[in-house]
């Protein structure tokens, strides 16, 4: 008995260990979703990284990305403008911050000239692909 109840204390200690919650970023934004659209078909690419340092399409994962690099782009993202940005074209790409009670949404197309953050932002999100 006392063999089956330190086999499950220890199985519990070692996956506590192993969770991702641990290597999660603490930021007052839950997720990061970017991408593009647009154009004849009007389709709609969409990733997603989160604070647990996930990158995903859809809903599929794709990979972890290192905790630091996940820190620098959330740390971009909390200095967006607290506006959103809305100036789509045919083809425009998008990036969307959700954060616990608000989202900021900021879309344009490469003609137009949103916050210099925002094209920044979104080319280091691009990176990690």
Not at 15 to 30: D, F, G, R, Y
Not at 48 to 62: Q, R
Not at 65 to 86: G, H, M, S, V
Request: a positive charge; charged letters at 20%.
């Amino acid at each position: 008995m006392k063999t089956k109840l330190f086999t499950l204390v220890s199985s519990f200690i070692l996956l506590s260990a192993c969770s991702t919650q641990k290597l999660a970023i603490q930021s007052p934004i839950k997720e990061i979703q970017f991408g593009n659209g647009g154009g004849i078909t009007g389709a709609v690419t969409t990733y997603t990284i989160k604070p647990d340092c996930t990158l995903w399409k859809n809903d599929n994962m794709l990979k972890n990305i290192p905790r630091d690099t996940i820190a620098a782009i959330f740390e971009c993202a909390e200095q967006l403008p607290k506006q959103n940005y809305i100036h789509p074209d045919n083809i425009y790409s998008f990036v969307r911050i959700i954060q616990n009670d608000t989202t900021y949404y900021y879309v344009w197309s490469w003609g137009q000239t949103p916050d210099k953050k925002i094209i920044n932002l979104y080319i280091k999100l691009n990176k990690q692909l």
